[in-house]
């Protein structure tokens, strides 16, 4: 037979108004973090593109920090050295034009067989009336070209450059020196420069193939 205290003291916790144990802190901060991790609570947390981007902008500024600390007079100093190199690659890429012309370098003006004079020239014409300026262009040099060589002036010669073509032109027409290599130099633009002509560009390759075709050249002969 149990005593009555040992019965009181085994069925106290069972009975109406005896206090709960306490909640420890382990068992607390679980039923915090089950309570956390629905979905209600993160609605509006910023996405994973977002938390990227943040984190690049961070290590951007830092870097920036990291530099301006190490540049001559600080952020300003900084700033100066920025706007000068950009100032120089955007000097280059306007004189070099864009890095296609020197990836694919200079090539021959002819890549269709052999065509007239007068058929470059109706094909550039063709061109300029559709508003074609870049073929227009390429056409006309290409009939400057042809008709030096149907002149004589020139020899034929496959694989010639705009710029070979133009030196050696110069040789018996040296009063047109500069409009050669400029002619030359515009054919090269729009072809490996990736830059676009206009009808001014074609209008002064018209004059000077007019001009050439009239022009007396010296008597020294093909060039070799």
């Known amino acids: 037979m149990m005593s009555t205290g ?3 003291s085994h069925a106290a916790p069972l009975l109406p108004g005896a206090e709960t144990p306490p909640v420890t802190r382990d068992a607390g901060r679980e039923a915090a973090e089950r309570e956390l991790s629905k979905p209600q609570y993160h609605e509006n947390d ?7 981007l943040a984190k690049a902008l961070r290590w951007i500024a830092d870097l920036f ?7 001559p007079g600080g952020p300003l100093g900084l700033l100066v050295i920025v706007v000068a190199v950009a100032l120089a690659v955007a000097a280059l890429w306007w004189r070099l034009g864009s890095p296609r012309r020197s990836l694919a370098g200079p090539g021959s003006l002819f890549h269709d067989g052999v065509r007239s004079a007068d058929d470059h020239r109706t094909a550039a014409e063709a061109h300029a009336a559709a508003g074609r300026w870049n073929e227009a262009v390429q056409e006309r040099m290409r009939a400057v070209v042809r008709s030096l060589e149907e002149r004589t002036l020139l020899d034929p010669r496959p694989g010639r450059t705009a710029d070979e073509a133009a030196a050696e032109a110069a040789a018996s027409l040296p009063g047109h020196t500069a409009e050669l290599r400029a002619a030359a130099r515009a054919f090269d633009d729009v072809t490996y420069g990736g830059r676009t002509a206009d009808a001014d560009a074609y209008a002064r390759l018209r004059a000077l193939d007019t001009a050439l075709d009239r022009a007396k050249p010296l008597l020294t002969g093909p060039t070799a």
């Open 6 to 8: 040992g019965l009181i």
């Open 65 to 71: 920090d990291a530099a301006a600390g190490a540049a």
């Open 46 to 52: 910023p996405s994973l593109l977002d938390r990227a």
